[in-house]
């Protein structure tokens, strides 16, 4: 596609739930990320895919938090066991040569 | 220390006046500078990218890279309502390298 694509684009769930958010970055580009965006606030780094190198996942806040991606392609933010906390909107973003491109997100709110 | 840093405002102007927005850094690595606009609701978008010391003018947005100091710059001249958003500051170590963002600079344009 032209763009990061992210889906879905809003989700609310349950205290406790688990739910995947799946983010389609622009084809070629070796680089994924994962961001998270609560309120009024910063972006907060969560994750890093980078070709086939070993994901940099030192931003994931609990282990309740995991990602993959498939095929150096399309990549899935799992939260399990979603707590209130965990309402945000989460940002996907690839690149190529350093200039990142962003989906529009998926807001998560857990009620 | 974080290595980005940026005042996250917000910062709030009149219509016409010219803005700084601002982001040091603490690595010295870092070789790419790019300054992302995120309307509200909206992922970040890529609104100008440099990387060399100096000016770089693209309209009424000038970047402006002071390597020596670590220290960058965003101007806007004659700002509009429509400039209201958050800037974020953002630097990849190299082009392949996972790209750092500031915290973001909330701004208001005031008609």
């Known amino acids: 596609g032209a763009g990061v694509s992210q889906s879905p684009s809003n989700k609310v769930t349950e205290k406790g739930k688990d739910v995947e958010l799946r983010c389609d970055p622009i084809s070629g580009h070796t680089a994924l990320y994962w961001y998270r965006q609560s309120l009024g606030q910063g972006l907060e780094f969560l994750i890093y895919f980078q070709g086939n190198s070993a994901p940099d996942k030192s931003g994931l806040p609990s282990d309740r938090f995991s990602a993959e991606r498939t095929g150096g392609s399309v990549s899935t933010l799992t939260i399990q066991r979603t707590q209130q906390e965990d309402s945000a909107v989460y940002l996907c973003?690839?690149?190529?040569?350093?200039?990142?491109?962003f989906g529009q997100g998926t807001r998560l709110t857990v009620v | 220390q974080k290595e980005v840093e940026q005042d996250p405002g917000p910062l709030s102007v009149p219509e016409g006046a010219i803005v700084s927005l601002n982001c040091t850094y603490s690595?010295?690595?870092?070789?790419?500078f790019m300054w992302y606009r995120q309307y509200s609701r909206k992922g970040p978008e890529l609104l100008m990218y440099?990387?060399?010391?100096g000016n770089k003018e693209d309209g009424r947005f000038t970047a402006q890279v002071d390597k020596s100091s670590k220290y960058i710059s965003l101007f806007i001249r004659d700002s509009q309502p429509s400039d209201s958003a958050t800037y974020l500051c953002?630097?990849?170590?190299?082009?392949?390298?996972?790209?750092?963002f500031g915290i973001g600079t909330k701004l208001q344009v005031i008609p």
């Open positions: 973003a690839s690149s190529l040569l350093g200039q990142a491109f």
């Open positions: 690595n010295s690595a870092f070789q790419y």
């Open positions: 953002a630097m990849p170590r190299e082009s392949y390298q996972k790209v750092t």
């Open positions: 440099t990387y060399s010391s």
